[in-house]
Nanobody, 124 residues
């Protein structure tokens, strides 16, 4: 089993920044892709960003490209999501997810392991 714990969510004004963290523990693999998804009530979980095991390849949803940056520290088994220029439409619960092996995927149902989520609210 893999356990994921997110942190870093909160309330921020439009144009502000937040940094989310997701620490993995348990039966982790060195080659696992990691991703961030987000969800609002009544809607499907949406892809936000993903990163391969080395950190050399990153993928973003069009809605967050050039504003969000995903990165990872494999020594700490942690993935980060730096969110800049936040907009009210970024308000959602953010979840990190892990696949057991490559490749990276944008489909939420291809990730078997999930964190509990952290709420991000962008409002003035």
């Amino acid at each position: 089993q893999v356990q994921l714990v997110e942190s870093g969510g909160g309330l921020v004004q439009p144009g502000g920044s937040l940094r989310l963290s997701c620490a993995a523990s348990g039966r982790t693999s060195r080659n696992y892709p990691m991703a961030w998804f987000r969800q609002t009530p009544g809607k499907e979980r949406d892809f936000v960003a993903a990163i391969d095991w080395s950190g050399g390849s990153t993928y973003y949803a069009d809605s967050v490209k050039d504003r969000f940056t995903i990165s990872r520290d494999n020594a700490k088994n942690t993935v980060y999501l730096q969110m800049n220029s936040l907009k009210p439409e970024d308000t959602a619960a953010y979840y990190c997810a892990v696949r057991w092996a490559p490749p990276v995927s944008r489909r939420w149902y291809e990730y078997p392991y999930w964190g509990q989520g952290t709420q991000v609210t962008v409002s003035s």
